[in-house]
């Protein structure tokens, strides 16, 4: 069994990521519904899966890769490699129509802008008391405080080291597990009732995994308005993190 798996991962290596990933994924989901009753969205519980097998891989063979350096997982390299992930934000992003924007009208572009610039500038300045200075690591660290897909975006572009960059995906993951948690909590206090609200919120919070099971939790129906802004936050961030914010904050550093 043994020589057939290795067989196996040195002739189809992405084959093995895929099914990998999605046992993955399959758990996650599981957990999701059984042990926190969707109130974590699935996709959240998998990074953080993906991000302690990552560390445990690390260890068990003292590579810089994680699992990639496990040689039946070899595969996981490319899968989750930069050329796939920013195909995924591209189809995420094409998916999404200007003219759905505009029925959010000015507060939820409003939002948008607020919401990129205010997670950015929230994590570069927690990042900056942590003892960070160069402004490639604040800009990258700041990123992953909008979304943990913006954060290793815009690592990749300015050169962050790799470090900088999965803590950056830590950052994001946490705050998708908080938006998660907290959103049915003080949706009743915040107005969070109707379509239009969710559309604000999900500019203002843009993790579109913490913002699809938070209103999950709150009322199904909003899911759909709230994960579009989201979605949308996204691509902003990937667009203004590593140039205009980025040059403004090395500017101000």
Known sequence: MRAILDELADKYPLVIAFIFIG?????????????????????????F???????LGGLWTGGTK????????????????????????????????????RRSGP?????????????????????????YRDPVSLATLGAGAATYIVGPVT?????????????????GLVKSILVMIFTPV?????????????????????????????????DPKLVP??????TFFTGLGCLLCPSILFIVLRWMV
Do not use: C, Q
């Not at 996981?76 to 003219?99: K, P, S």
């Open 225 to 230: 308005y709230g994960a579009m802004t989201a």
């Open 49 to 55: 899966l993906g991000l302690v097998l990552a560390y």
């Open 107 to 131: 507060g939820g572009v409003v939002a948008l802008l607020v919401g990129v610039v205010g997670s950015f500038a929230v994590g570069a300045a927690v990042a900056f008391s942590a003892g």
């Open 155 to 171: 690592g990749t572009a300015l050169g962050a080291t790799p470090e900088v960059i999965a803590l950056s995906i830590a950052t």
């Open 186 to 218: 003080v949706a009743r206090r915040i107005g969070l009732d109707n379509p239009r609200s969710a559309m604000v919120f999900g500019g203002l919070m843009g993790t579109t995994s913490g913002v699809a099971g938070g209103l999950a939790a709150t």
């Open 23 to 47: 046992a993955l994924m399959g758990v996650s989901w599981v957990i999701s519904a059984k042990g926190t009753r969707n109130r974590i969205h699935g996709s959240a519980i998998a990074i």
């Open 66 to 101: 994680g699992l990639a350096d496990v040689p039946l997982l070899a595969g996981v390299g490319l899968l989750g490699g930069a050329m796939i992930r920013d195909i995924a934000i591209v189809a995420t992003a094409m998916g999404v129509g200007l003219d759905e924007l």
